[in-house]
């Protein structure tokens, strides 16, 4: 096991479900290691791992200085996790003449490189994320710590890690700037929130993992509907956003009902099998004559959803 005191206290990874006061401390302990130093840069054989998601540790690594790295939710573990979703052993990473191998341990959930589960002893490469339960990590290799670090680091802070849509911050700065851009244009553009039906029966019947999979391909599937230029971002749990700049009500109707459709076409695969989803749309239009702020535009659009909700759900609504 590795001597966890030379950990940075100020960057712990977060507990998720469940996780008792004392689990909370002991994660405190465990914590990735801020960013290389001169003191602590990485040596030439050294690689690293960056938790992505959930998004509480974006500014820190872990180096892996070890032959042999265990991860589980047992307090021995070299990086415990004290989460229902991760096993007391779940995965080892194991150092070879070229780098690290990942082993998934027989975990209840299994262990994933790049959203696929292992099996047996798998080669990681730069940039590939691990998936332990509920937490994601980005794998760096040696010679690219320095180059990608900070990549990882300004990814983790402008998208969501788990659907790769853009984050709620991002978002309301970009529409901030989309709000001036389109009074000095003259032009409408239109926000639309949109929230997975019933989502909370998911994750209570099938649990958070197969709650994971499915925000993961709404997020997918929303995104082959956008055009170019519309942002699309997670704006919490399971509530999304959408920006479409240059766009009136009728083409803002067509573009959520083209969403709504492309949800409830066909069932979402998951480990608990196919799953029926759907959700609601609600959209308002800034047209510049009549000027929104950020807040204002939001909560027009929240309105509607809200009235899609209370009219039946698995439907559009909208304001000019």
Same mark, same amino acid.
């Given at each position: ?14 507990? %998720?479900?469940?996780?008792?006061? !004392? ?25 690293? #791992? ?51 191998? @990942? ?32 937490? #994601?990590?980005?794998? +760096? !290799? ?14 983790? +802070? ?55 999979? @499915? ?12 055009? @170019?230029?519309? #942002? ?11 920006? +479409? ?29 196919? #799953? ?20 204002? +535009? ?21 304001? %000019?």
């Amino acid at each position: 096991m590795s001597d966890i005191s030379s950990f940075s206290p100020g960057a712990a990874c977060s507990p %998720a479900f469940g996780s008792s006061e !004392s689990d909370a401390a002991c994660v405190a302990e465990a914590t990735l290691r801020q960013t290389p130093t001169a003191s602590t840069a990485p040596t030439q054989d050294e690689c690293c #791992l960056v938790q992505i998601y959930p998004p509480d540790v974006i500014d820190g690594m872990m180096l892996l200085e070890q032959d042999e790295f265990q991860i589980g939710r047992s307090p021995e573990s070299d990086l415990p996790l004290f989460d229902s979703s991760v096993s007391r052993r779940h995965a080892r990473l194991i150092r070879d003449a070229d780098g690290y191998l @990942v082993r998934d341990l027989d975990s209840t959930n299994g262990t994933l490189v790049n959203e696929r589960e292992i099996q047996g002893d798998v080669k990681l490469h730069t940039g590939d994320t691990v998936r332990i339960g509920s937490f #994601l990590f980005r794998f +760096l !290799s040696a010679d690219s710590i320095e180059t990608q670090y900070h990549e990882t680091v300004y990814n983790a +802070l402008t998208r969501d890690a788990l659907t790769g849509t853009l984050n709620k911050r991002y978002m309301l700065e970009a529409l901030g700037r989309e709000i001036s851009r389109s009074m000095r244009s003259q032009l409408e553009m239109t926000v639309v929130m949109l929230d997975i039906d019933h989502f909370k029966s998911v994750n209570d019947t099938h649990g958070h993992l197969v709650g994971d999979e @499915v925000l993961q391909t709404f997020g997918k599937r929303i995104e082959s509907i956008c055009r @170019v230029d519309d #942002l699309l971002a997670r704006y919490g749990g399971e509530e999304f956003c959408m920006v +479409l700049a240059a766009t009136g009500f009728d083409e803002a109707h067509e573009i959520a009902e083209r969403c709504r459709q492309v949800i409830c076409s066909e069932p979402f695969e998951t480990a608990a099998g196919p #799953l029926a989803i759907s959700a609601s749309f609600g959209f308002a239009v800034m047209n510049p004559s009549s000027p929104k702020t950020t807040n204002e +535009l939001l909560e027009a659009a929240d309105n509607q959803l809200y009235e899609a909700k209370r009219s039946g759900r698995n439907r559009v609504c909208g304001e %000019a």
